[in-house]
């Protein structure tokens, strides 16, 4: 398995009219493909396996839940 860096990203909510923060963390290709912005000092090094199909992160334990 190779390693890959993720990061925490914000984008832009439309009906909200300001930039959230998004509940999973991506490589800075998808971040930069879905014109988003990288969160600094939010970069997180996975396993690539971890990824799914497009280049998201999905951590199974987020902030303490299940």
Do not use: L, N
């Given at each position: 398995m190779a390693k890959i860096t993720v990061h925490s990203f914000k984008v832009f909510h439309a009906m909200?009219?300001?930039?959230?923060?998004?509940?999973?963390?991506?490589?800075?290709?998808?971040?930069?493909?879905?014109?988003?912005?990288?969160?600094?000092?939010?970069?997180?090094?996975?396993?690539?396996?971890c990824l799914d199909g497009t280049g998201r992160y999905f951590p199974a334990n987020k902030e303490g839940t299940d």
């Open positions: 909200k009219g300001e930039y959230v923060e998004a509940g999973y963390k991506a490589t800075r290709e998808w971040i930069a493909r879905a014109g988003g912005e990288v969160i600094p000092d939010s970069e997180e090094e996975i396993d690539d396996i």
